[in-house]
């Protein structure tokens, strides 16, 4: 591959990244206790329907364990993902049963008395999106069609061109 290629593939995934890098706050319920002290944590996504899972973050613990509750999910404990991390990370599934609402999910460094830091997370009506996520049954009979026309002509393409090139080597 030349070298303009590969740089304006390496420009593309520069500017994908930053995007989604720029948009990722925007997806996350976070904060810190008052007067700005640690540690501070997040909640992703901040807003989740009953059953689904929500990514559980503390930062600035000072400690390699903590705790994390809400009434709409099991007690979570949170380790950090290496040795040098000072995250402490965890994951929780939304009770299916939950009800609509905004719920605390409160922190809790080391044990029993360590320092607290409380989160809102944000349980949506509905229920959690399983298997294909409805992208299969929401497809008309025109939409499947036009759909196998363009990957017959793609293959009907592909063919001729392959046996266009094989006629040129002749």
């Keep these: 591959m030349p070298p303009t290629r590969i740089r304006h593939r390496l420009t593309g995934v520069a500017a994908a990244t930053l995007v989604i890098t720029a948009a990722a706050p925007a997806t996350l319920a976070s904060a810190v206790p008052a007067g700005g002290a640690t540690p501070s944590a997040t909640v992703s996504p901040g807003t989740v329907s009953p ?3 929500v990514a559980l973050n503390v930062d600035g613990c000072g400690t390699r364990t903590a705790r994390a509750s809400s009434r709409v999910f099991n007690d979570v404990a949170l380790a950090p ?4 991390a000072s995250n402490l ?8 049963d939950a009800a609509p ?3 605390p999910v409160s922190f809790e460094c080391g044990g029993p008395g360590g320092r ?11 229920a959690a999106r399983g298997g294909l996520g409805g992208s299969v049954d929401s497809m008309s009979r025109a939409q499947i069609a036009v759909g196998g026309t363009l990957a017959a002509g793609a293959l009907g393409a592909g063919i001729w061109l392959l046996r266009r090139r094989a006629a040129e080597a002749r």
Aim: glycine share 20%; net charge positive.
């Design 89 to 96: 990370f965890g994951a929780a599934t939304v009770f299916s």
């Design 116 to 126: 607290r830091v409380t989160v809102t997370l944000q349980v949506a009506p509905g």
């Design 51 to 53: 059953g689904g899972r």
């Design 81 to 84: 993902g290496s040795a040098s």
């Design 101 to 103: 609402g905004s719920y």
